[in-house]
C-alpha cells in the first residue's frame, strides 16, 4: 500500500519535474525571441535557421550529436554530484584533466593496438578527471573548503598547467624543431581513434555517452550505494542518523562527476581532435562544456536519462549557432546569452516544482495513517 | 635573474600595479560581501562586471564621457543585481546554479553586444592618473598609492565606509541578523526580503564599477571574456576575508600582489613558465581559503538559504 502510494507520487513528480522546465524555457526562448528581435533580426527565421542548422541534414545530426556528447559526460557527472549535495562548478577543469591523462597514455603506447589504447587512455580520462573533481571532494571534507569556490579555482589551475604541458613535454616534436611553437600535441596514433562512422564526424563516443548515462541512472537509482548518495544530497542530518558517512559519500559524489567530465574530455580527444591544444582561454579548448553540461542536466532535470535529450537539445543549439552567424548575421554568442537565460529561468521554477510536491506530498501524508521509511527515497529532490 | 626582482624600482612598480591591480577586485568582493552577509550567495558577479564593462566601454567610445560610462555601468550593475535578487530572494532559486546562470548569460550577451556594435577591440582614453599634491612625491608611498586613477582610490576609500556601515550603523546590523537569523529578524519586523534585495542590488552596483575599472580606467579596451574569471575569484576573496572589508581588502591585496610579481617576472624576462606564473595566483586562492577555514571564522549562518516565513 505505501510503496504504490509512494510510485505514483513519483510518476506525477516526474511529470511536474518535466513539464516545469519545459515551460520555464519556453520562456527563456521567448526572451531570446525579443533579443532578436532588437538585434534586427527575424526571430522566427533564426530559431528555424538554428533548426536547419542543427538537424537539417543527415551531416548537420551528426555534428550535432557529436558537440552533445561532452555535454552529457559532464552533465551526466553533474547529475551525481547535485544529487548529492554538492555543486560542482568544476567541469572546465576536470575534462582538461582528463583530456591531459588520455593524451599522455596514447602517446606514451603509440604501439599498442587500438582495443587495448582506447580503454587504456579513456580510463586515464576517467582516472584524471576522478583526481581532479576528488581533490575539490579532499579540499571540501578536510579543509572546509566551498566546493564552488575550489572548482572554480581548479578550472584555472587545469587550464594553465595543460598550457604549461604544451608549451614543455606534450608540445609537439616537429614543431619544436620548426620553432613555430603553437601549443599542441601531435597528432595522437591513429590506433587510439575511436570508431567513426565516415564520412560523417560521428563517432563511437556518442554511443558510450548514453550508455553512461543508462549506467549512471542504474547507479543512483538501483544501487545502495546510489541511493546512499542520494540520501546525503537530500538530507545530510537525517542520513547521518541513518548512519551514512555523510563526508565519505559527499567525495564520492564529486569525484565520480569529475571522472565522468575526464572521460568526455578523454572522448573528445580521442573521437574528434585527436590532439591537445589550447588557446590559453578557459574555453578554448572545451568549448564552454563544463558549464553547458551544468545546463544540460539541471534541463534534464538532474537525473541522467533526462540529460541525453537534454544534452542533444543543447548540442543543436551550438551546431545552430554557427547557421545564425551565416543566414541572420547574429554572433554566435547570442547561444551563451540564450543557455544563461535557460540555466536562470529552469532554475527560478523549481519553486513551482517544490510547491506542487508540497501540496501532494501534505495530501498524501494525510491519507497515509503512518508515514513510511520508504517516504525518504520518494521524497523529491529539489 | 632573481635579483632583478630587488632592485628599488621594480619592487615599487610590483607593489604600484598590485594596488592598481587590486581595484576591480575590491569592488566585486565589497559588493558580494553586502550579499553574502545577508545571506545571498551571487555567483554571477563575472557577469554582471562583463556586461557592465562593455557597457560602460561602448557609452564612452560614442560620447568621450567617462562620467556617463560610469554611470551607464553603475544603471547596468543595479539592474543586473535587482535581477539577481528577484531570482534569489523572490523565486528563492538555488543560488549556486542560478548564478551560473548570470555568468553565461552575461558572457554571452557582452560578446553579443560587442560584435554587433563594435566588433574590432579600440582602445579609448580612460580616467587618468591623479596626483595628490604634497602625497605623490613623497618617496617609494607616492608612486604605489597615491599615482593612480580616481577608481583606484575610489575602492579604497569603500573599504572603511563598507566597514563603517557594515559594523557600526542599524543598517548593519539589519543586515547581519538577515544573515544570521532571519526568522529572528523577521519576527523584529525586518523585511528580510527588502534588505536581501537592497544588499544584493548594491553588490550589483558595485560589481557594474568594477567591471568599468577595468574597461574605462585600467585595460581601456574591451573583448569577449575580458574579465577572465575575476568575479569568481572576488566570490572566493570575500569567503577569504572572513566577511570583513578589511580582510577582504588583504586577499584582494595578497591576490593582486602575486598577480602584479607574476607579471613582471615576465617583463623582466626571467625563466619561469608563465604558465606556471599564471597559475600562482590561484593555487594560492586555495591555500588562503584552506587557512580561512581553519580560523574558525563561521560564514553568515543563513547563506545560501532562501528565507520561508513559516505562517
Known sequence: MAIQTSTKKIGLGRLDALLIPLLASGLALLVGAVMLQLLGANPLDAYAAMLRGALGSFNTLADTLVKATPLLFVGVGICIAYRGGIINIGGEGQIVIGSIAAVAVALTFPNLPGWVLVPASLMAGFIGGAFWGGLAGVLKISFHVNEVLSTVMLNFIAIQFMGFLLHGVLMDPTEKDNSIQIPQTQRLPPASDLWRWVPTQLHAGVL??????????????????????????????????????????????????????????????????????????????????????????????????????????????????????????????????????????????????????????????????????????????? | MITQLFTATVLVGIVSSGVRLATSYLYAAIGETFGQISGVLNLGVEGIMLVAAFAAYYAVLQTNDLWLGLLIAIIVGAAMGLMMAFISVTLKAEQGISGIGLYLFGLGLSDLLFRVTIGTTKTLNGFSNIDIPGLTSLPIVGPILFHQNLLVYGAFALVPIAWLILNKTPWGLMIRAVGQNPEAADSLGINVARVRYITVTVGGVLSGIAGASLSIALLNVFQQNLTSGQGFIAVALVYFGAWNPWRVMVGCLLFSMVNALQIWVQILGIPISSDLAVMMPYVLTIVALIFAARLKVTQPAALTKPFERGE
Open chain 1, 208 to 382: 558510450l555517452g548514453i550508455v553512461v548515462a543508462i549506467l549512471v541512472y542504474i547507479f543512483l537509482w538501483r544501487t545502495t550505494i546510489g541511493y546512499r548518495i542520494r540520501a546525503v544530497g537530500l538530507n545530510p542530518v537525517a542520513a547521518r542518523y541513518a548512519g551514512i558517512s555523510v563526508p565519505r559519500y559527499q567525495v564520492l559524489a564529486i569525484l565520480l562527476s569529475g571522472a565522468f567530465a575526464g572521460l568526455g574530455g578523454a572522448v573528445e580527444v580521442l573521437g574528434v581532435t585527436h590532439r591537445l591544444f589550447t588557446d590559453g582561454s578557459l574555453t578554448g579548448f572545451t568549448g564552454n562544456a563544463g558549464f553547458n553540461g551544468i545546463v544540460a542536466a539541471l534541463f534534464g532535470g538532474l537525473h541522467p536519462i533526462g540529460t541525453i535529450p537534454a544534452a542533444f537539445l543543447f548540442g543543436a543549439l551550438l551546431v545552430g549557432a554557427n547557421s545564425l552567424q551565416r543566414s541572420v548575421q547574429v554572433p554566435s554568442a547570442f547561444v551563451t546569452t540564450l543557455d544563461g537565460l535557460v540555466v536562470i529561468f529552469v532554475v527560478s521554477s523549481q519553486i513551482w516544482v517544490r510547491r506542487r510536491n508540497l501540496q501532494r506530498s501534505t495530501i498524501e501524508s494525510a491519507r497515509t495513517e503512518i508515514s513510511h521509511p520508504s517516504e525518504v527515497e520518494s521524497e523529491p529532490a529539489k
